[in-house]
């Protein structure tokens, strides 16, 4: 029994420091290849063309899908805090909580699972097919560095555009919002707006936005590190795809709370309110 | 084939050995001396190592020992940068043709030229690119089609002109017939040997498992075995060889086709 119950012990200590190995390997090597692609993001030639292709595939082409969830993000989180407020009669602070929230946290963290899932998914495939196809190695033999061809266009694209979707993601929430506290449950329009004037400032929206640029360099990243590195055909291509998106989604979230710390250290040191 | 300066030779593989887990070799120590303006065939049993060579020779493999010099330069120490200027030199027809499926015909043809001859304008890269499609025999209406909407062996002809598009001085086609119907084979056959003929000078290298052709087109001859040279030379010097495997490879590979 007792011999049963250390082996399992054994097995669990090996598979678990095998896993935490594997771990710390994968994160060495994204991050061997963000560097190798960084370097790269602003060598000649320069690839307008690509970066813009890629951006209308990022930017514009997640308009749609970030306007319509935004707003019912914003409706959906205003009725809950204007249900929680309602019982301490402080309903007139529903605005700049909801906007706090939307443009310090979910903003960016929605847009960047949204983005991550449609474009960083799309990377991901596209990429994994170039690789089993053998048009990366078209484009070796050609002379043309794959890194610079493939990945520093679209890495440039999603930090340029993240922002860009998040600010968009903010106003459509925050118009949800409105619409909800002013139309269905009755607060003054009046008092919603000049509550949110009083509180938000201009720092609180970037702080959103540079997360947002820092979610959409990471999700490039591990999207077109999976791609790039696919083996194994069209099995391959399903796999770098799903784990691409997994890895990217749970890092944004992960990243978050990082980032929410430095930015509260930020603010102790230089002695802004937070 | 009486060659003895090193500049008579396009590719030269000296003891070059290969091993990606440390243990195994997959090269074990290749000697090779290809001729200029050659058309060379490399043949070999399924994972003796020929796919392995051809990467050492386009620089996608560094040795793990020995030295690749191609065009007299010695590419298994070049570094990152200067080895993708100097792949300029080849071109290269893969097994799928890997054309970029987001590209029209033509755009695929034009790509190495933009990347490459940017002092050339728009108009002329176009104009290059024809020519190398009328060279292939493709037909202009395919021009603008994705890859997708042509058949294979257009295609492979797609591919051929945009390996031709830069006037490489080394030619090579990695399997290009494997998979296809005899007919489509023979076209691509006859499509190498009058892309070969009609650019002396030219050192075009085959790696192929369809022999009749290897033997029927090829000038030069390599066959591969467990990572090793088994035999070079002419095709006659294969039909009078008295070493055992090769006699086999040949008389069976022949007969089966």
């Given at each position: 029994?007792?011999?049963?119950?250390?082996?399992?012990?054994?097995?669990?200590i090996?598979?678990?420091?095998n896993?935490?190995r594997?771990?710390?390997?994968?994160?060495?090597?994204?991050?061997?290849?963000?560097?190798?692609?960084?370097?790269?993001?602003?060598?000649?030639?320069?690839?307008?063309?690509?970066?813009?292709?890629?951006?209308?595939?990022?930017?514009?082409?997640?308009?749609?899908?970030?306007?319509?969830?935004?707003?019912?993000?914003?409706?959906?989180?205003?009725?809950q805090?204007?249900?929680?407020?309602?019982?301490?009669?402080?309903?007139?602070?529903?605005?700049?909580?909801?906007?706090?929230?939307?443009?310090?946290?979910?903003?960016?963290?929605?847009?960047?699972?949204?983005?991550?899932?449609?474009?960083?998914?799309?990377?991901?495939?596209?990429?994994?097919?170039?690789r089993?196809?053998?048009?990366?190695?078209a484009?070796?033999?050609?002379?043309?560095?794959?890194?610079?061809?493939?990945?520093?266009?679209r890495?440039?694209?999603?930090?340029i555009?993240?922002?860009?979707?998040?600010?968009?993601?903010?106003?459509?929430?925050?118009?949800?919002?409105?619409f909800?506290?002013?139309?269905?449950?009755?607060?003054?329009?009046?008092?919603?707006?000049?509550?949110?004037?009083?509180?938000?400032?201009?720092?609180?929206?970037?702080?959103?936005?540079?997360?947002?640029?820092?979610?959409?360099?990471?999700?490039?990243?591990?999207?077109?590190?999976?791609g790039?590195?696919?083996?194994?055909?069209?099995?391959?291509?399903?796999?770098?795809?799903?784990?691409?998106?997994?890895?990217?989604?749970?890092?944004?979230i992960?990243?978050?709370?990082?980032?929410?710390?430095?930015?509260?250290?930020?603010?102790?040191?230089?002695?802004?309110?937070? | 084939?009486?060659?003895?300066?090193?500049?008579?030779?396009?590719?030269?593989?000296?003891?070059v050995?290969?091993?990606?887990?440390?243990?195994?070799?997959?090269?074990?120590?290749?000697?090779?001396?290809?001729?200029?303006?050659?058309?060379?065939?490399?043949?070999?049993?399924?994972?003796?190592?020929?796919?392995?060579?051809?990467?050492?020779?386009?620089g996608?493999?560094?040795?793990?020992?020995?030295?690749?010099?191609?065009?007299?330069?010695?590419?298994?120490?070049?570094?990152?940068?200067?080895?993708?200027?100097?792949?300029?030199?080849?071109?290269?027809?893969?097994?799928s043709?890997?054309?970029?499926?987001?590209?029209?015909v033509?755009?695929?043809?034009?790509?190495?030229?933009?990347?490459?001859?940017?002092?050339?304008?728009?108009?002329?890269?176009?104009?290059?690119?024809?020519?190398?499609?009328?060279?292939?025999?493709?037909?202009?209406?395919?021009?603008?089609?994705?890859?997708?909407?042509?058949?294979?062996?257009?295609?492979?002809?797609?591919?051929?002109?945009?390996?031709?598009?830069?006037?490489?001085?080394?030619?090579?086609?990695?399997?290009?017939?494997?998979?296809?119907?005899?007919?489509?084979?023979?076209?691509?056959?006859?499509?190498?040997?009058?892309?070969?003929?009609?650019?002396?000078?030219?050192?075009?290298?085959?790696?192929?498992?369809n022999?009749?052709?290897?033997?029927?087109i090829?000038?030069?001859?390599?066959?591969?075995?467990?990572g090793?040279?088994?035999?070079?030379?002419?095709?006659?010097?294969?039909?009078?060889?008295?070493?055992?495997?090769v006699?086999?490879?040949?008389?069976?590979?022949?007969?089966?086709?």
């Amino acid at each position: 029994m007792i011999e049963k119950v250390a082996d399992t012990l054994d097995r669990f200590i090996f598979y678990f420091i095998n896993g935490f190995r594997g771990f710390i390997k994968e994160v060495g090597l994204i991050a061997i290849f963000a560097w190798q692609s960084t370097k790269l993001l602003f060598a000649k030639p320069y690839r307008y063309g690509e970066i813009l292709k890629h951006m209308e595939f990022i930017g514009n082409q997640s308009i749609g899908i970030i306007a319509l969830t935004s707003v019912f993000t914003g409706l959906a989180i205003s009725f809950q805090i204007y249900l929680g407020f309602k019982l301490v009669n402080a309903t007139d602070l529903v605005g700049p909580t909801v906007a706090l929230g939307i443009s310090r946290e979910l903003g960016p963290v929605l847009t960047g699972l949204i983005v991550s899932a449609r474009a960083g998914g799309a990377m991901a495939a596209r990429l994994g097919t170039m690789r089993v196809n053998e048009q990366m190695d078209a484009l070796d033999v050609m002379g043309v560095n794959t890194k610079q061809y493939l990945i520093a266009p679209r890495l440039i694209a999603a930090v340029i555009c993240m922002p860009l979707l998040t600010a968009l993601f903010d106003f459509m929430a925050m118009v949800g919002s409105w619409f909800l506290c002013t139309k269905l449950v009755g607060l003054d329009h009046a008092v919603f707006m000049q509550k949110i004037r009083e509180t938000i400032e201009m720092r609180h929206i970037n702080e959103g936005l540079i997360k947002a640029a820092i979610f959409g360099f990471m999700f490039a990243v591990i999207c077109t590190y999976k791609g790039f590195n696919t083996t194994g055909g069209a099995k391959g291509v399903g796999e770098a795809t799903n784990r691409g998106v997994v890895i990217s989604m749970v890092s944004i979230i992960i990243l978050d709370y990082y980032l929410m710390n430095i930015i509260r250290i930020f603010y102790v040191l230089t002695g802004m309110s937070q | 084939m009486s060659l003895k300066n090193t500049g008579d030779y396009a590719v030269m593989l000296e003891n070059v050995q290969k091993t990606f887990d440390g243990k195994e070799f997959v090269l074990k120590g290749i000697d090779l001396k290809i001729p200029k303006g050659s058309l060379t065939s490399i043949i070999g049993f399924s994972g003796t190592g020929k796919s392995v060579m051809l990467k050492h020779m386009l620089g996608l493999f560094k040795p793990t020992s020995g030295k690749v010099t191609v065009l007299g330069t010695d590419i298994s120490t070049l570094d990152e940068n200067a080895l993708t200027k100097f792949r300029c030199n080849y071109g290269v027809l893969f097994q799928s043709a890997a054309l970029f499926d987001d590209m029209t015909v033509l755009e695929n043809v034009c790509f190495p030229l933009e990347e490459h001859r940017r002092e050339l304008s728009k108009e002329q890269v176009i104009q290059i690119a024809l020519q190398k499609l009328k060279m292939v025999g493709l037909d202009p209406k395919h021009n603008e089609k994705l890859p997708s909407q042509i058949s294979g062996g257009m295609q492979k002809r797609t591919g051929l002109a945009r390996a031709l598009a830069l006037d490489p001085e080394i030619l090579i086609y990695d399997e290009p017939t494997t998979g296809l119907d005899p007919i489509l084979t023979e076209m691509v056959d006859n499509l190498i040997v009058e892309t070969h003929q009609a650019r002396p000078g030219t050192t075009s290298i085959m790696v192929s498992h369809n022999l009749q052709a290897a033997f029927r087109i090829a000038d030069f001859v390599v066959m591969l075995d467990s990572g090793k040279v088994l035999l070079a030379g002419t095709p006659e010097d294969f039909y009078k060889t008295d070493i055992e495997l090769v006699r086999r490879f040949v008389d069976k590979g022949i007969k089966h086709q």
